[in-house]
């Protein structure tokens, strides 16, 4: 049964829905022939994650997560759905709607939940033995130790967006400075800014600003904002200009990059890293754009909060059925 429209609002808000528009944090360095970022799906709101073959769903519009096993069989894993899915050491972290979006640990094994935190978070990063996230209540950044918890320790003291954990380092939208990019070790310490450019009032929107592949992409507001490349490993590099369009939540899929339209009802574009190829593959609102082994997955509140998915290169596109089953929607 779908939630209420209202209930699904407050839900959504509960777990920190940016007001402007109602992110497994290993980067991506290392693995160049990957369909997928894990990290940057988080940053775009987490709807979907993996572990090996298996496949987890946050349904938001039927309020459930589904697990969808290597020979495709599905089966609802929890009957509640969540933002920010990530799967480390046997367990799924994610925040939580039932839970008015803390962060909940479940035990794969066991299907044991534990709540970690006593108020709302978002942008769920599993790093090498640590959790790091935002707290929507003063949006600075946190981690804790993973899966046990405890205590949160606050590493980065700024009003924060779009949590990113790459190289060992954290990225983030410094929202105290104007929504400049900034970086700094994982103790919050050495902080220093990234490049020039700034997201303005949209840095705490999902997936404004992504990590991966040696370069940060972000919606530029001191151009309209429109899309913007930086390379990371490059001497005395600028941001370089990628799209004539303006952007709002950005993802990334090997050397493309998925992006949808600020100002046409979120339509969905894919377009080469360079700038080249931009094209359309969906003209449905899209939220939450994430990508997962070939396909594109994506919230429509157009269409009561249903999830969809469209091949990276367009096709047909597939809803997500109450069974947790994808059909065809020609």
């Known amino acids: 049964m779908r939630l209420k429209k209202a209930s699904l609002r407050a839900a959504l808000a509960a777990a920190s829905l ?19 970022c894990p990290m940057v799906n988080i940053v775009n709101g987490g709807i979907v994650a993996a572990d090996g ?33 990530s799967v480390d050491g046997g367990f799924l972290y994610m925040s939580g709607f039932g839970v008015g979006g803390a ?14 935190t006593d108020h709302p978070v978002e942008q769920v990063h ?4 640590h959790l790091y996230y935002i707290g929507t209540a003063d949006r600075c950044i946190y981690r804790m130790r993973a899966p046990s918890g405890g205590p949160g320790e606050k590493v980065v003291d700024q009003a ?34 990234v490049c020039d450019g700034s997201l303005s009032i949209y840095g705490a929107d999902p997936g404004t600003m992504v990590v991966a592949y040696g370069s940060v992409y972000f919606r530029n507001g001191d151009d309209g904002g429109r899309l913007y490349s930086f390379d990371l490993e490059a001497d005395k590099a600028a941001p370089v200009r990628v799209t004539e369009t303006p952007v709002l939540s950005i993802n990334v899929a090997g050397r493309q990059l998925l992006y949808s339209t600020f100002l046409r009802r ?21 939220w939450y754009v994430n990508v997962m082994g070939g396909y594109v997955y994506y919230i429509s509140p157009a269409f009561d909060y249903s999830m969809f998915k469209i091949g990276i290169e367009g096709g047909d596109t597939y809803i997500l059925r109450s069974d947790g089953v994808f059909e065809g929607t020609a």
């Open 160 to 193: 924060s967006g779009n949590l990113n954990v790459y190289g060992g380092r954290l990225y983030y939208v410094n929202l105290d400075e104007g929504g400049r990019i900034y970086t700094s070790r994982l103790d919050g310490k050495g902080r220093g800014r």
């Open 266 to 286: 979120y339509d969905l574009h894919v377009v080469n890293a360079d700038g080249s190829r931009d094209r359309a593959i969906s003209k449905d609102e899209s």
């Open 53 to 85: 073959d298996d496949l987890y769903i946050s349904a938001i519009g039927y309020g459930k997560v589904f697990k969808v096993g290597a020979d495709g069989e599905v089966r609802t894993l929890l009957d509640e759905a969540g933002l920010y899915l």
């Open 126 to 129: 599993a790093y090498e033995g």
């Open 18 to 36: 940016s007001a402007a528009i109602a992110a497994l944090a290993v980067g991506c360095a290392a693995k160049e022939g990957q369909s997928h």
């Open 103 to 116: 962060l909940l640990a479940v035990d794969l094994s066991t299907l044991e939940k534990h709540i970690l």
